[in-house]
Structures are given as C-alpha cells and as structure tokens.
C-alpha cells in the first residue's frame, strides 16, 4: 500500500528544477521558430524571396528570355531594305584599233528600289511582337510563382526542423531532470532498481528523436541553400519565421476573386487571345499586294543621237496574287483564336481549382489546430504534470508515468506537424491565388 511521505531537501531541490523545466517546455512551442542561440542571425521570409530573385539561375535565364522578346519588337517594325543595283554592258575592242578602250563603247545602268508594304503590315508586326513579350512577362511571373512555392516550402521545412528540434531538445532535458529524480529516490531506498532501470532506457528514445531531428534540419537547410544557389556552409546558414498559424482567414469568394486579378497564367491566357487576334490581321494584311518601285539612270554611248545617251526611268511592279492569297495563314490563325479561347477557359477553371482545393486544406488544418492550442497542449500538460507528480509520492504506476510522458510528447509533435502542415497549405493557397495573402 502506497504511503504518502514529506519530501526530504535534496528532493524539493529537484523538483523545483523540474517545475522549471516543466514551464519552460510548456513555453518551448511558441518560440520554436525563433533564431537558435549561438549568437547567429537568421535570414527572413523577405530576405530568403529577395536573394532568391537575384540568384536563382532559372529566373535569371527567363528572365533574360523576356528581354529576347523585347528586342524582337525592334525587328518587327524594320522597314524592307531598298535594293541598289549597278550593271554594265557593252565593254568592246574598237574594230580597226583593236585596242581595248573600256569606256568607249560601255553602258551603265544603276538601279534603285523599293517594296512598299501596305495593309500596315509594319505595325501589326509590331503589334504582335509587344504582346509576345506580355505573354512572355506573364510567364516569367507564372515561373516566379511556382519557384516561390518551392521555396516557401523548403523555409517552412526549415522551421519545422527547428521547432522539431527544439521540442526534442526540451523533452531531453525534461527527461534528464526525471532520471536525476529517480536516481534520488533510488538512493534513498524509494524506488526498486528495475524500475531505476526502464527510466533509463527510456531515454533511447528521446536521444534517437533528437538525433533524427537534428538530420532533418540539416537536410533542410541544404535543400533551401541549393534553391538559393548558395554556397554557405550549413552551420552558418540559419533562417526565422513565425512557426504559428492564424484561424482567421478571408472567404473563399475573396480568394477566387484575388486570383482572377493576379494569376500571371491566366493573364498568359487572356493575353494570347488577344495575340491570336493581332495575328490574324496580320494574316490578312499579308494576303494583300505589295508593289515594287524602282528608279533608274543608264548612260548609253553607243547611240548616235546624243540626246538618248543617258536616260532615267521608272518602273512599278505589281504581283498578281491569283492563286496564293495567303489563305492557308489566314485560315490558321482564325482557328488559333479559338483554341486560344478555349485554352482561357481551361485556365480559369483550374484557377478555381486550384484556389478552392487550396482553401480547403488550410480551413481543415485550422479546424484541427483550434482544439490542440485552446485545450490539447495544456491538458496534455497538466496529464503530464499530474502524473507525474503522483508517480513522484508514489501514487502511480511505473506504465502510468511512462505514458503519461508519451502522450505529451505525441501531443506537442502533433501540433508542431500540424502548424508545419498549416503553414505549406497557406503556401499553397498563396501559390493559388498569386499573391501573398497569407504570410
């Protein structure tokens, strides 16, 4: 039968640790995503996205792919080059002479033209090849998107580590102060060896948690260094964040619209239409005809009229376009304009798509963390607390003491995922709607 005895002074020296270990792992989750102590300063959210911008490889060769496109523009509004030609005729030996007398006898003709384009070809070149480069601005910012998602969850697995870590580094200690508890009792003829025993082995499973944890912080670091194309060794890169999540969200209805406003694909795809459009008048400026103009000067002094020796001429050349009226171009274009159409269609439901899957999982996180931060962290705690103090006067059992700690642990590991998963799904949604509406 269990008796309840006063605790002798080396024992209330312990438990007042303990206590203060107890509040101190009460407190750890909320600042599991703060920098780590070693004097060390870590990169924030605006930080790591303003490195990225201005080192990743793949944004910097899109981004000069726009700028290709951009220079097209100066191309297509070129006018055709004139055409200069000269030519001679006529160069003879004199016929009693026989002596060579290269400009006795040649005639000279230069000849200057021009192709006149009508239909104002010039211009709907130009035209297309400008919202050539929107469409090709659209995408680099579709491309930044996506990247940014990417890299939004390698900084959230980064936190994760860190608030994994900490949690475990936390449970160790904890777990440290219980086995120099126990031992006390141990000496003191209060606890049998066996049971000294299973405490102790008990502590493998918290030093392989940390070990594990420490793996995943590393790991995730090198993969947010590989984003940012970084070359600092993992020891001395560190980021910050909030590790926290936020149940107040807007409404759905807000998130679509958002989207429809700044999703660079869909502006591709409204964008291309658009293009689409401009190209088939071009197509049909194309199927109209351009003359040729020319000018010309010749000097002929073979005649015996000296007033016909040199003479000036025009001339214009019209194509007779019978048969090629460019029906196939125009035909192709006037198709492309509704599959450009159809393609808008098909973006903008995936929008919706994507905005409404996206808010889903963040509403469902929410829905899980509210009960975890408003009772499950604390009652897990005071279970902890309790039994673990009843086990200390002996008025529970060995299992109920050893449960009672794996039970708070699983809590505290599931609310830690739980944010991590919030905060990827908030992500998610940002990546979704193309702007960051949740930080």
């Known amino acids: 039968m269990n008796t309840k005895r006063p605790m002798n002074l080396p024992e209330m020296r312990i438990a007042k640790r303990w206590i203060t270990c107890l509040a101190m792992c009460g407190m750890g989750i909320v600042f599991a995503g703060s920098p780590c102590v070693h004097g060390q300063t870590g990169l924030s959210w605006d930080q790591v996205k303003t490195k990225f911008e201005s080192a990743n490889p793949t944004l910097r060769a899109d981004a000069i792919n726009v700028d290709e496109m951009k220079a097209e523009e100066i191309m297509a509004y070129l006018r055709p080059n004139p055409q200069f030609t000269i030519s001679s005729d006529g160069t003879q030996v004199a016929p009693h002479s026989g002596v060579w007398q290269p400009t006795k006898g040649t005639q000279l003709v230069n000849t200057f033209s021009y192709l006149h384009e009508r239909e104002h070809k010039r211009e709907l070149r130009q035209e297309s090849a400008k919202e050539g480069t929107q469409i090709a601005g659209s995408l680099h910012s579709d491309l930044e998107r996506n990247l940014l998602f990417n890299l939004r969850v390698a900084f959230v697995d980064v936190l994760q580590a860190k608030a994994v870590l900490n949690l475990t580094r936390q449970e160790l200690d904890y777990y440290d102060h219980i086995i120099d508890i126990s031992r006390e009792r141990f000496k003191t003829g209060d606890m049998a060896q066996i049971d000294l025993?299973?405490?102790?082995?008990?502590?493998?499973?918290?030093?392989?948690?940390?070990?594990?944890?420490?793996?995943?912080?590393?790991?995730?670091?090198?993969?947010?260094?590989?984003?940012?194309?970084?070359?600092?060794?993992?020891?001395?890169?560190?980021?910050?964040?909030?590790?926290?999540?936020?149940?107040?969200?807007?409404?759905?209805?807000?998130?679509?619209?958002?989207?429809?406003?700044?999703?660079?694909?869909?502006?591709?795809?409204?964008?291309?239409?658009?293009?689409?459009?401009?190209?088939?008048?071009?197509?049909?400026?194309?199927?109209?005809?351009?003359?040729?103009?020319?000018?010309?000067?010749?000097?002929?002094?073979?005649?015996?009229?000296?007033?016909?020796?040199?003479?000036?001429?025009?001339?214009?050349?019209?194509p007779l376009r019978i048969f090629d009226r460019n029906q196939g171009e125009k035909k192709r274009t006037q198709l492309d304009i509704g599959r450009n159409e159809e393609l808008e269609d098909a973006t903008r439901a995936q929008v919706f798509s994507d905005v409404d899957s996206a808010y889903a999982e963040v509403n469902s996180n929410v829905i899980l963390l509210r009960p975890y931060k408003a009772k499950y962290l604390a009652q897990?705690?005071?279970?902890?607390?309790?039994?673990?103090?009843?086990?200390?006067?002996?008025?529970?059992?060995?299992?109920?003491?050893?449960?009672?700690?794996?039970?708070?642990?699983?809590?505290?590991?599931?609310?830690?995922?739980?944010?991590?998963?919030?905060?990827?799904?908030?992500g998610q949604l940002n990546l979704a709607v193309g702007s960051e509406e949740i930080r």
């Open 197 to 318: 025993d299973r405490v102790e082995l008990q502590r493998v499973q918290y030093e392989s948690d940390w070990q594990t944890a420490e793996v995943s912080l590393r790991t995730a670091k090198i993969q947010l260094l590989q984003l940012l194309d970084d070359k600092t060794p993992v020891d001395q890169f560190d980021v910050q964040g909030l590790f926290e999540f936020s149940d107040q969200i807007k409404a759905l209805a807000d998130f679509r619209q958002i989207a429809l406003d700044n999703r660079p694909d869909l502006k591709a795809a409204v964008e291309s239409i658009q293009q689409a459009k401009t190209n088939h008048k071009l197509a049909v400026s194309n199927g109209s005809t351009d003359p040729t103009f020319s000018g010309w000067y010749s000097y002929n002094p073979s005649f015996n009229n000296p007033n016909d020796q040199q003479t000036l001429g025009l001339s214009i050349s019209i």
């Open 380 to 426: 897990a705690l005071r279970v902890r607390e309790t039994v673990t103090f009843a086990w200390q006067r002996g008025s529970a059992s060995l299992m109920d003491f050893l449960n009672a700690q794996s039970d708070y642990r699983q809590v505290q590991l599931a609310y830690v995922q739980l944010v991590g998963s919030y905060l990827t799904a908030a």
